[in-house]
């Protein structure tokens, strides 16, 4: 699957506030997590959603970074920061790292 469509779908999920929209792409061989399993990311993801949702203020908002982060190798990551209408602090971040053909997901836990 293209990788854009991937990113497009993560976006969506996480500003409508429903992880189950990203089920079908979290299943396609060309996306992987730093995640034990893809069940363990989906099952940490849904509950970083649903904290979100019941915390957050409005609407959420994304912001890119691109190369602004690093994993455990040095190499540098996206972040993906949704913020809600009114606090300071992103509300829910997503590390993606593409490579070819496919992306990695990671989540911090706070």
């Given at each position: 699957?293209?990788v854009?469509?991937?990113?497009?779908a993560?976006?969506?999920?996480?500003?409508?506030?429903?992880?189950?929209?990203?089920?079908?792409?979290l299943?396609?061989r060309?996306?992987?997590?730093?995640?034990?399993?893809?069940?363990?990311?989906?099952?940490?993801?849904?509950?970083?959603?649903?904290?979100?949702?019941?915390?957050?203020?409005?609407?959420?908002?994304?912001?890119?970074?691109?190369n602004?982060?690093?994993?455990?190798?040095?190499?540098?990551?996206?972040g993906?920061?949704f913020?809600?209408?009114?606090?300071?602090?992103?509300?829910?971040?997503?590390?993606?790292?593409?490579?070819?053909?496919?992306?990695?997901?990671?989540?911090?836990?706070?």
């Open positions: 699957m293209n854009e469509k991937i990113k497009i993560l976006i969506n999920s996480c500003i409508k506030k429903d992880a189950k929209r990203f089920i079908p792409y299943l396609v060309n996306v992987k997590t730093t995640f034990p399993s893809k069940l363990r990311f989906y099952s940490f993801f849904k509950q970083m959603i649903t904290y979100t949702k019941e915390n957050s203020n409005g609407k959420l908002s994304l912001v890119i970074k691109k602004h982060f690093t994993d455990s190798n040095d190499n540098y990551i996206d993906y920061l913020y809600d209408e009114v606090c300071k602090f992103p509300r829910l971040t997503v590390f993606v790292k593409e490579y070819e053909n496919g992306i990695c997901l990671d989540m911090p836990p706070f």
